[in-house]
Protein backbone atom coordinates (compact mmCIF):
# COMPACT_ATOMS: atom_id res chain seq x y z
CA UNK A 1 0.00 0.00 0.00
CA UNK A 2 1.54 3.80 -0.78
CA UNK A 3 1.56 5.51 2.49
CA UNK A 4 0.90 9.85 2.24
CA UNK A 5 3.25 11.99 3.51
CA UNK A 6 3.33 16.03 3.22
CA UNK A 7 6.78 16.16 2.84
CA UNK A 8 9.42 13.48 1.97
CA UNK A 9 13.24 13.53 2.52
CA UNK A 10 15.36 12.00 0.43
CA UNK A 11 19.03 11.54 1.60
CA UNK A 12 20.28 12.09 5.31
CA UNK A 13 23.80 14.32 4.80
CA UNK A 14 23.74 17.61 6.93
CA UNK A 15 21.17 18.93 4.02
CA UNK A 16 18.46 16.62 4.34
CA UNK A 17 19.06 16.24 8.71
CA UNK A 18 18.96 19.93 8.84
CA UNK A 19 15.67 19.90 6.28
CA UNK A 20 13.96 17.36 8.74
CA UNK A 21 14.72 19.05 11.57
CA UNK A 22 13.34 22.40 10.53
CA UNK A 23 10.03 20.62 8.42
CA UNK A 24 9.76 18.49 12.15
CA UNK A 25 9.84 21.57 13.54
CA UNK A 26 7.23 22.85 11.44
CA UNK A 27 4.93 19.83 12.13
CA UNK A 28 4.97 18.73 8.68
CA UNK A 29 6.27 14.82 9.90
CA UNK A 30 8.68 14.32 7.34
CA UNK A 31 9.77 10.90 5.98
CA UNK A 32 13.64 10.81 5.39
CA UNK A 33 14.72 7.89 2.88
CA UNK A 34 18.22 7.62 4.37
CA UNK A 35 19.98 5.42 2.31
CA UNK A 36 21.71 2.42 3.37
CA UNK A 37 25.19 1.00 3.10
CA UNK A 38 26.10 -0.49 -0.15
CA UNK A 39 29.89 0.60 -0.78
CA UNK A 40 32.81 1.94 1.01
CA UNK A 41 31.71 5.65 -0.01
CA UNK A 42 28.05 5.50 0.36
CA UNK A 43 26.11 5.11 3.40
CA UNK A 44 23.08 6.82 5.47
CA UNK A 45 24.24 10.36 6.89
CA UNK A 46 26.33 10.96 3.95
CA UNK A 47 30.24 12.42 2.98
CA UNK A 48 30.62 13.01 6.34
CA UNK A 49 30.20 9.39 7.69
CA UNK A 50 33.64 9.04 5.81
CA UNK A 51 35.38 11.91 7.35
CA UNK A 52 37.45 12.54 10.58
CA UNK A 53 37.64 15.71 12.36
CA UNK A 54 35.37 18.40 11.27
CA UNK A 55 37.34 21.57 12.26
CA UNK A 56 34.93 24.17 10.29
CA UNK A 57 31.39 23.32 11.67
CA UNK A 58 30.37 26.57 14.04
CA UNK A 59 30.22 25.77 17.30
CA UNK A 60 32.68 23.19 17.67
CA UNK A 61 35.55 25.11 19.08
CA UNK A 62 37.25 21.69 19.44
CA UNK A 63 36.19 20.04 16.48
CA UNK A 64 33.82 17.06 16.12
CA UNK A 65 33.92 13.89 14.31
CA UNK A 66 31.96 13.78 11.26
CA UNK A 67 29.97 10.58 12.46
CA UNK A 68 29.45 12.26 15.85
CA UNK A 69 28.15 15.21 14.70
CA UNK A 70 25.49 13.55 12.04
CA UNK A 71 24.44 11.12 14.30
CA UNK A 72 23.72 14.73 16.64
CA UNK A 73 22.08 15.95 13.76
CA UNK A 74 19.63 12.74 13.36
CA UNK A 75 18.89 12.57 16.94
CA UNK A 76 17.82 16.28 16.80
CA UNK A 77 15.35 15.31 13.78
CA UNK A 78 14.03 12.51 15.20
CA UNK A 79 13.16 14.75 18.43
CA UNK A 80 11.23 16.84 16.95
CA UNK A 81 9.26 14.00 14.61
CA UNK A 82 11.22 13.11 11.68
CA UNK A 83 10.63 9.11 10.59
CA UNK A 84 13.56 7.57 8.83
CA UNK A 85 13.65 4.55 6.64
CA UNK A 86 16.80 2.86 6.15
CA UNK A 87 16.38 2.07 2.37
CA UNK A 88 17.14 3.09 -1.04
CA UNK A 89 15.02 4.68 -2.93
CA UNK A 90 14.68 3.40 -6.65
CA UNK A 91 12.69 5.55 -8.45
CA UNK A 92 10.42 8.61 -8.48
CA UNK A 93 7.68 10.23 -10.50
CA UNK A 94 7.60 14.14 -10.04
CA UNK A 95 5.28 14.01 -13.52
CA UNK A 96 1.88 14.77 -10.94
CA UNK A 97 1.69 15.62 -7.49
CA UNK A 98 1.36 13.81 -5.12
CA UNK A 99 4.56 13.06 -6.48
CA UNK A 100 5.11 8.77 -6.26
CA UNK A 101 8.59 7.69 -4.95
CA UNK A 102 9.59 3.67 -4.95
CA UNK A 103 11.97 1.69 -3.20
CA UNK A 104 11.27 -1.43 -4.58
CA UNK A 105 10.78 -2.69 -8.23
CA UNK A 106 8.79 0.19 -10.24
CA UNK A 107 7.86 -2.34 -13.14
CA UNK A 108 5.93 -4.50 -10.59
CA UNK A 109 5.29 -2.40 -7.93
CA UNK A 110 3.22 0.41 -6.74
CA UNK A 111 4.93 3.91 -5.42
CA UNK A 112 6.23 3.13 -1.42
CA UNK A 113 5.34 7.00 -1.17
CA UNK A 114 3.17 10.03 -1.94
CA UNK A 115 4.60 12.99 -0.93
CA UNK A 116 3.14 16.29 -1.57
CA UNK A 117 6.95 18.05 -1.30
CA UNK A 118 9.86 16.28 -2.34
CA UNK A 119 13.09 17.55 -0.90
CA UNK A 120 16.43 16.15 -2.69
CA UNK A 121 19.73 15.90 -0.80
CA UNK A 122 21.08 12.85 -2.40
CA UNK A 123 24.11 14.24 -1.68
CA UNK A 124 27.52 13.49 -3.68
CA UNK A 125 29.80 10.58 -4.29
CA UNK A 126 33.70 10.07 -4.83
CA UNK A 127 35.29 10.29 -8.07
CA UNK A 128 36.99 7.12 -9.16
CA UNK A 129 40.15 6.59 -12.09
CA UNK A 130 38.23 4.64 -13.65
CA UNK A 131 40.97 1.53 -13.82
CA UNK A 132 39.63 -2.24 -13.80
CA UNK A 133 42.42 -2.96 -10.80
CA UNK A 134 40.53 -0.23 -8.44
CA UNK A 135 37.49 -1.65 -8.30
CA UNK A 136 38.53 -4.99 -8.28
CA UNK A 137 40.59 -4.46 -4.95
CA UNK A 138 38.39 -1.63 -3.23
CA UNK A 139 38.59 -2.82 0.49
CA UNK A 140 41.76 -4.83 -0.65
CA UNK A 141 44.73 -1.92 -0.20
CA UNK A 142 42.21 -0.09 -2.60
CA UNK A 143 39.67 3.11 -0.80
CA UNK A 144 38.41 6.54 -1.06
CA UNK A 145 38.09 6.78 2.64
CA UNK A 146 40.68 7.04 4.96
CA UNK A 147 38.16 7.37 8.25
CA UNK A 148 37.09 4.15 7.28
CA UNK A 149 40.28 2.17 6.44
CA UNK A 150 43.25 4.10 7.46
CA UNK A 151 43.52 2.32 10.87
CA UNK A 152 44.76 -0.89 8.58
CA UNK A 153 47.74 0.95 6.98
CA UNK A 154 49.82 1.29 10.71
CA UNK A 155 53.03 1.08 9.40
CA UNK A 156 52.56 0.77 5.92
CA UNK A 157 53.37 2.70 2.85
CA UNK A 158 50.39 4.07 1.23
CA UNK A 159 49.56 6.86 -1.62
CA UNK A 160 46.91 8.97 -2.11
CA UNK A 161 46.12 10.41 -5.54
CA UNK A 162 44.41 13.54 -6.06
CA UNK A 163 45.37 17.50 -5.71
CA UNK A 164 42.42 18.87 -3.90
CA UNK A 165 41.46 19.32 -0.18
CA UNK A 166 40.07 15.96 -0.06
CA UNK A 167 43.50 14.23 -0.94
CA UNK A 168 45.52 17.00 1.24
CA UNK A 169 43.00 15.91 3.90
CA UNK A 170 43.32 11.81 3.14
CA UNK A 171 46.68 12.27 3.57
CA UNK A 172 46.86 14.33 6.72
CA UNK A 173 44.99 11.63 8.41
CA UNK A 174 46.77 8.36 7.05
CA UNK A 175 50.33 10.03 8.11
CA UNK A 176 48.88 9.22 11.72
CA UNK A 177 49.14 5.35 10.85
CA UNK A 178 51.28 4.80 7.87
CA UNK A 179 54.79 5.04 7.64
CA UNK A 180 54.64 6.78 4.44
CA UNK A 181 52.31 9.32 2.38
CA UNK A 182 53.08 9.80 -0.82
CA UNK A 183 50.46 12.25 -2.49
CA UNK A 184 50.61 11.81 -6.45
CA UNK A 185 48.75 14.78 -8.58
CA UNK A 186 48.64 15.01 -12.37
CA UNK A 187 49.72 18.27 -12.02
CA UNK A 188 52.77 20.39 -10.07
CA UNK A 189 50.39 22.69 -8.77
CA UNK A 190 47.67 21.84 -5.80
CA UNK A 191 44.33 22.68 -6.12
CA UNK A 192 43.94 22.62 -2.46
CA UNK A 193 43.11 25.88 0.14
CA UNK A 194 46.24 27.38 1.20
CA UNK A 195 45.88 26.82 4.78
CA UNK A 196 45.86 22.61 3.60
CA UNK A 197 48.98 22.68 1.54
CA UNK A 198 50.88 24.60 4.17
CA UNK A 199 49.80 21.92 6.65
CA UNK A 200 50.52 19.10 4.07
CA UNK A 201 54.32 20.51 3.65
CA UNK A 202 55.00 21.01 7.07
CA UNK A 203 53.90 17.48 7.55
CA UNK A 204 57.22 15.54 7.46
CA UNK A 205 55.78 11.98 6.78
CA UNK A 206 54.13 13.54 3.59
CA UNK A 207 56.04 13.56 0.24
CA UNK A 208 54.69 14.44 -3.53
CA UNK A 209 54.72 13.25 -6.44
CA UNK A 210 53.94 15.50 -9.31
CA UNK A 211 52.91 15.29 -12.71
CA UNK A 212 51.86 11.71 -12.32
CA UNK A 213 49.21 10.07 -13.60
CA UNK A 214 48.09 6.28 -12.35
CA UNK A 215 48.16 4.03 -15.51
CA UNK A 216 47.29 0.51 -13.57
CA UNK A 217 46.24 -0.90 -10.22
CA UNK A 218 48.31 -4.06 -9.69
CA UNK A 219 47.58 -7.00 -7.36
CA UNK A 220 45.49 -10.40 -7.70
CA UNK A 221 43.63 -10.39 -4.25
CA UNK A 222 44.90 -7.22 -2.45
CA UNK A 223 46.90 -4.08 -3.70
CA UNK A 224 50.35 -4.88 -4.74
CA UNK A 225 51.63 -1.97 -6.78
CA UNK A 226 50.56 0.88 -8.89
CA UNK A 227 52.26 1.54 -12.18
CA UNK A 228 51.97 5.52 -12.90
CA UNK A 229 53.62 7.71 -16.08
CA UNK A 230 54.72 10.71 -16.18
CA UNK A 231 52.67 13.08 -17.96
CA UNK A 232 55.86 15.28 -19.05
CA UNK A 233 58.28 12.79 -20.21
CA UNK A 234 56.06 9.78 -20.98
CA UNK A 235 58.15 7.43 -18.89
CA UNK A 236 56.04 4.67 -16.87
CA UNK A 237 57.13 3.63 -13.26
CA UNK A 238 55.75 0.86 -11.14
CA UNK A 239 55.64 2.18 -7.45
CA UNK A 240 55.51 -0.90 -4.63
CA UNK A 241 52.70 0.43 -2.10
CA UNK A 242 49.99 -1.21 0.55
CA UNK A 243 47.53 1.02 0.10
CA UNK A 244 46.10 3.97 -2.66
CA UNK A 245 43.75 6.02 -1.52
CA UNK A 246 41.79 7.91 -3.71
CA UNK A 247 40.95 11.36 -3.64
CA UNK A 248 39.93 13.12 -7.17
CA UNK A 249 36.97 14.37 -6.44
CA UNK A 250 32.84 13.93 -6.12
CA UNK A 251 29.80 13.34 -8.33
CA UNK A 252 26.23 14.08 -7.92
CA UNK A 253 23.68 11.60 -7.20
CA UNK A 254 21.24 12.80 -9.24
CA UNK A 255 20.44 9.24 -11.68
CA UNK A 256 17.08 8.89 -9.93
CA UNK A 257 15.84 12.17 -11.15
CA UNK A 258 17.16 11.80 -14.61
CA UNK A 259 15.12 13.11 -17.45
CA UNK A 260 12.62 14.76 -14.26
CA UNK A 261 14.78 17.91 -12.90
CA UNK A 262 16.41 20.00 -14.42
CA UNK A 263 20.30 19.51 -14.35
CA UNK A 264 23.45 21.44 -15.55
CA UNK A 265 26.16 20.19 -17.48
CA UNK A 266 27.71 17.94 -14.68
CA UNK A 267 24.70 16.76 -13.34
CA UNK A 268 23.97 18.83 -10.44
CA UNK A 269 20.18 19.73 -10.13
CA UNK A 270 19.40 23.48 -11.00
CA UNK A 271 18.11 25.54 -8.59
CA UNK A 272 16.16 29.06 -8.98
CA UNK A 273 14.86 31.48 -6.13
CA UNK A 274 16.28 29.58 -3.36
CA UNK A 275 15.67 25.65 -3.31
CA UNK A 276 12.95 25.34 -5.72
CA UNK A 277 13.80 23.13 -8.70
CA UNK A 278 12.39 22.87 -12.15
CA UNK A 279 9.21 21.05 -11.15
CA UNK A 280 6.65 22.42 -8.65
CA UNK A 281 6.67 21.15 -5.24
CA UNK A 282 10.42 19.71 -5.58
CA UNK A 283 13.53 21.13 -3.13
CA UNK A 284 17.31 20.54 -3.52
CA UNK A 285 19.88 21.13 -1.08
CA UNK A 286 23.15 20.43 -0.21
CA UNK A 287 25.92 18.74 -2.45
CA UNK A 288 23.37 17.69 -5.13
CA UNK A 289 22.89 21.34 -6.40
CA UNK A 290 26.23 22.89 -5.33
CA UNK A 291 29.46 22.57 -6.81
CA UNK A 292 30.69 25.30 -5.59
CA UNK A 293 30.79 25.60 -1.76
CA UNK A 294 30.33 22.23 -0.96
CA UNK A 295 30.46 22.00 2.84
CA UNK A 296 28.62 20.72 5.83
CA UNK A 297 27.76 23.96 7.13
CA UNK A 298 26.68 25.30 3.72
CA UNK A 299 24.67 21.60 2.88
CA UNK A 300 23.44 22.37 6.55
CA UNK A 301 22.27 25.76 5.52
CA UNK A 302 20.53 25.40 2.02
CA UNK A 303 18.36 22.26 4.12
CA UNK A 304 17.33 24.86 6.52
CA UNK A 305 16.50 27.28 2.89
CA UNK A 306 14.49 24.09 1.30
CA UNK A 307 12.86 23.30 5.01
CA UNK A 308 10.96 26.86 4.42
CA UNK A 309 10.54 27.24 1.17
CA UNK A 310 8.54 23.52 1.11
CA UNK A 311 6.60 24.94 4.03
CA UNK A 312 5.81 28.22 2.52
CA UNK A 313 4.70 26.41 -0.67
CA UNK A 314 2.81 23.90 1.17
CA UNK A 315 1.12 26.85 2.59
CA UNK A 316 0.25 28.65 -0.75
CA UNK A 317 -0.50 25.48 -2.06
CA UNK A 318 -3.56 25.12 1.16
CA UNK A 319 -4.52 29.00 0.45
CA UNK A 320 -4.76 28.47 -3.46
CA UNK A 321 -7.40 25.44 -2.60
CA UNK A 322 -9.16 26.91 0.15
CA UNK A 323 -9.66 29.76 -1.85
CA UNK A 324 -10.99 27.90 -5.04
CA UNK A 325 -13.34 26.06 -3.00
CA UNK A 326 -14.68 29.21 -1.40
CA UNK A 327 -15.11 30.28 -4.99
CA UNK A 328 -16.84 27.10 -6.21
P1 LIG B 1 38.50 18.92 -6.05
O1 LIG B 1 38.77 20.22 -5.40
O2 LIG B 1 37.69 18.90 -7.29
O3 LIG B 1 39.93 18.26 -6.37
C1 LIG B 1 40.04 17.07 -7.09
C2 LIG B 1 41.51 16.80 -7.34
O4 LIG B 1 41.65 15.54 -7.99
C3 LIG B 1 42.14 17.85 -8.25
O5 LIG B 1 43.43 18.15 -7.80
C4 LIG B 1 42.16 17.16 -9.61
O6 LIG B 1 43.27 17.52 -10.39
C5 LIG B 1 42.31 15.69 -9.23
N1 LIG B 1 41.69 14.81 -10.21
C6 LIG B 1 40.42 14.85 -10.67
N2 LIG B 1 40.20 13.84 -11.54
C7 LIG B 1 41.35 13.16 -11.63
C8 LIG B 1 41.75 12.01 -12.35
N3 LIG B 1 40.91 11.35 -13.16
N4 LIG B 1 43.01 11.58 -12.19
C9 LIG B 1 43.87 12.22 -11.38
N5 LIG B 1 43.55 13.30 -10.65
C10 LIG B 1 42.31 13.77 -10.79
O7 LIG B 1 37.79 17.88 -5.09
P2 LIG B 1 37.96 17.71 -3.49
O8 LIG B 1 39.35 17.73 -3.09
O9 LIG B 1 37.13 16.53 -3.19
O10 LIG B 1 37.26 19.00 -2.90
C11 LIG B 1 35.93 19.32 -3.28
C12 LIG B 1 35.46 20.56 -2.52
O11 LIG B 1 35.31 20.26 -1.12
C13 LIG B 1 36.43 21.71 -2.60
O12 LIG B 1 35.71 22.90 -2.68
C14 LIG B 1 37.19 21.63 -1.31
O13 LIG B 1 37.70 22.88 -0.90
C15 LIG B 1 36.13 21.11 -0.34
N6 LIG B 1 36.76 20.34 0.76
C16 LIG B 1 37.13 21.02 1.87
C17 LIG B 1 37.74 20.35 2.93
C18 LIG B 1 38.13 21.10 4.17
O14 LIG B 1 38.03 22.32 4.16
N7 LIG B 1 38.54 20.45 5.23
C19 LIG B 1 38.00 18.98 2.82
C20 LIG B 1 37.64 18.31 1.65
C21 LIG B 1 37.02 19.02 0.62
P3 LIG B 1 43.39 19.02 -11.00
O15 LIG B 1 43.78 19.88 -9.85
O16 LIG B 1 44.45 18.87 -12.03
O17 LIG B 1 42.04 19.34 -11.56
Known sequence: ??????????????????????????????????????????????????????????????GVMGPELMTAMRAQAERFGAAFLTA?????????????????????????????????????????????GERRLLG????????????????RKVIVVGGGDSALEEAMFLSKFASSVTVLHRRHELRASKIMQDRAFRN?????????????????????????????TGTSETLDTDGLFVAIGHVPNTDLFAGQLEMDAAGYVVTRSGTHTSVEGVFACGDVQD??????????????????????????????????????
Request: charged content about 20%; proline content about 4%; hydrophobic content about 40%.
Open 1 to 62: MTEHRRVLIIGSGPAGLTAAIYTARADLAPLVIEGEISSTSDQPGGQLMLTTEVENFPGFPQ
Open 88 to 132: KASAVDLSERPFGIWTGDRSTEPPAFHADALIVATGARSLMLGLD
Open 140 to 155: HGVSTCATCDGFFFRD
Open 204 to 232: TKLSFRWNCVVEEVLGDDSLQAISVRDVL
Open 291 to 328: HVYRQAITAAGSGCSAAIDTERWLESVQHQAAAAAGAA
